[in-house]
């Protein structure tokens, strides 16, 4: 059952669920300084029907608690793969986008005051640009390959695999040394004290995308590669 009502702050829902900024975002409603009233006024302010707006809440909310829950177990190696691929890069592909223009915007109001913002916007740059590449050519060329090798292992299949797999690995350690730059920037994602609310919903966002990252690159080298290398 959600422990959302009308009468939640909007502030409030946007702490727990950091993703349901873009949805105030769209619908015009003040989550920042504005965000210290019911859900149910800041509907009525902008003509909304408020019982639509919390049920789109309820469904972000449902789909949260549905992506902690999820757990890759004992599953086989195509089992697996689906799901990295609906965890993992179904997340990249959703969340970096509708990051990047909180990240510009902060970097823009506050980078004069904050230098290590305009750092912090330039690895998120260099993170998106990466990840998505880097999924991109999972999905098209290296998954298919995994899938192929996994119903039926052969040595050719094993040393077209090989490159990939490494490729793959270095570029692991390119998004974890990022990710590690900007935790340390960030003095482990601590905010000041003129802190308004974008620059606390993109502090957790990368702190969630920093989480995501690592369960993800710990899945493929330490699992899905590694069965791979021992089948082989």
């Known amino acids: 059952m959600s422990s959302f009502t009308l ?24 989550f920042c300084c504005g965000g210290k009233i019911p859900l149910e ?21 449902t789909k949260m608690v549905d992506y902690q829950q999820s757990r890759p177990g004992e599953l086989t190696e195509p089992e697996l793969v689906k799901h990295i691929q609906n965890k993992h890069h179904a997340f ?3 969340e970096l986008p509708a990051l990047t223009p909180y990240v510009t915007k902060l970097a823009r109001v506050h980078g004069e005051h904050h230098p290590e913002l305009l750092r912090v916007q330039e690895i998120f740059t260099d993170l998106k640009k990466e990840l998505l590449e880097h999924t991109e050519d999972e999905d098209q060329n290296v998954f298919p ?3 192929k090798f996994a119903a039926r292992p052969d040595l050719g299949t094993a040393a077209e695999l090989k490159p990939h797999v490494s490729e793959l690995e ?8 990022l990710l590690k730059e900007l935790r340390e920037i960030t003095s482990d994602f601590a905010l000041p004290e003129d802190a308004c609310g974008t620059y606390r919903l993109v ?27 021992a089948a082989v």
């Open 7 to 30: 009468q939640t702050q909007v502030s409030d829902i946007v702490t727990a669920i950091p993703q349901s900024a873009d949805l105030f975002r769209a619908l015009r409603i003040d």
């Open 41 to 61: 006024e800041a509907a009525v302010k902008r003509k909304l029907d408020p019982a639509a707006v919390l049920e789109q809440i309820k469904t972000l909310e």
């Open 92 to 94: 990249l592909w959703e």
């Open 145 to 147: 390959l995994i899938l």
């Open 170 to 177: 270095h570029e692991h350690e390119q998004a974890g040394n």
């Open 203 to 229: 502090y957790q966002r990368l702190e969630m995308l920093e989480k995501d990252t690592f369960a993800h690159i710990h899945l493929e080298n330490n699992v899905l590669f590694e069965r791979i290398r």
